[in-house]
């Protein structure tokens, strides 16, 4: 069974599909007060802005990472 994880701030949720993930370091480089894989949980959706967070979110080329805005 695959792995889903989310996260959310209220505003948007965040998706984590661990086996799709190609480690490309896009979001911890690109964001790494949100996205950091030496902390637990290594996701934080409190440390950015949700216009950040997105636009990190679109730049991983895996979608080991998507989300959806929380209505
Ligand atoms: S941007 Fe996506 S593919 Fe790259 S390390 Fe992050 S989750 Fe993995």
């Known amino acids: 069974m695959n792995t889903v994880k989310q996260y959310t701030n209220g505003e948007v949720t965040v ?3 661990p086996d799709r993930c ?4 896009n979001c911890w480089q690109g964001l790494p ?4 894989p030496k902390r637990h949980p290594w996701i934080n959706l409190t440390a950015a802005a949700t216009p950040d967070i ?4 679109e730049c991983c080329p895996s979608s080991a990472l998507t989300y959806h805005v929380v209505l």
């Open 15 to 17: 998706i984590w599909r």
């Open 22 to 25: 190609c480690h490309s370091g």
């Open 33 to 36: 007060r949100v996205f950091n």
């Open 54 to 57: 997105i636009k990190q979110v």
